[in-house]
């Protein structure tokens, strides 16, 4: 890891971790857009695309890279930048690991200060609908320092939340604010209006603990199962299946019931043009993520059959979905993730860069000569 503060880059090996990224970069006040959980590898994360908290505001991880070096599946070591291999350097911008292992990244930083701010308001179900419309309303006027979140879930013994109301189905909204707080401030009473929430997490923290506050639930060790969609629009019939958390019928084990998450997009990711990365779906409203934990190997079947559950009452008012996101959907999935021109432009790439699929134990694109007629 090596930062130059005053042109503002960060030379980032292949291996590195999330955390080691900012950790180096804000004691310059620095940041680039980075995942929200520290031990998340750079190269995975970059190679898809890059979702963090400050996409809105700067561009995706794959946005803010100036250079990639890789190695290709016969040993040659290439520099892909918009000037050398920019075929390359275009697929590697949300391709995933399919063309070579990158073993070092060039990135833009950007000047973010150190402070941030934290914000969920939380509801008992008959209140969610309200809020959540209450929400979707503010995402296309928040700053671009603002990501809006939604979440639907048990609380569990949610340490923020007083004890009468741990492990109860509850939903929460709410945004995370990368700057001034006071200034952050300013989106609270829209949010706020309507019917009070039962509780209320309005905390300022540094960007470093932001970065950080989800490791714990996302710790090694876990048993977990991820169903993503993109939203190009949240009407109210997807808050509804939002909500249901797969359950429409109210039938469903509540101990097993996966929760939700929402988290927009828009801002600077949206006004990269789509073809201008292998990144695709720049046009989404929000992501939504439908999450399986549990410890006991037992409830393996049942936990994954409810969050595809979950995922299959989304998905009608779904437009694509993130590749980042991806778990078992196979070849489905990769055609879900880019659609079929950019997929053609990434198999033509492939072709060039690794003709024989050396790269293949990923979301696999194969070369053009080996797609599927």
Known sequence: MRVDPDRRRAWVAGGALLGALDGATQPHGLATTAGNVSHTGVGGLTLGGGMGWLARRFGLACDNVARFQLVTGDGELLQASDQEHPDLFWGLRGGGGNFGVVTEFEFA??????????????????????????????????????????????????????????????????????????????????????????????????????????????????????????????????????????????GGDPALLPSGGLQSYGGAIAEVADDQTAFSHRDALVEFVAVANWTDPAEDQPRMAAARRYAGAVEPFASGVYVNALGDEGEAGVQRAYGPDKLARLAAVKARYDPGNVFHLNHNIRPRNQQPR
């Open 109 to 250: 930083l950007h000047q973010v200060g150190t402070a941030a701010l934290l914000v969920d308001l939380f509801y008992a179900p008959q209140d969610a609908p309200a809020a959540l419309r209450r929400w979707r309303g503010l995402l296309a006027e928040a700053p671009p320092q603002a990501t809006l979140t939604a979440w639907v879930g048990d609380t569990g013994g949610f340490a923020f939340l007083p004890p009468e109301l741990h492990r109860r189905p509850m939903a929460s909204v709410g945004y995370v604010w990368v700057g001034d707080p006071d200034q952050g401030r300013g989106l609270l009473a829209a949010l706020r209006q309507g019917a009070p929430p039962l509780a209320e997490r309005v905390q300022e923290l540094s960007y470093l603990e932001l970065q950080q506050m989800d490791d714990a639930a996302h710790r090694h060790g876990v048993r977990r199962y991820w169903k993503g969609h993109f939203l190009r629009e949240l009407e109210d019939a997807a808050v509804e299946a939002f909500l249901a958390r797969g359950d429409g019928d109210g």
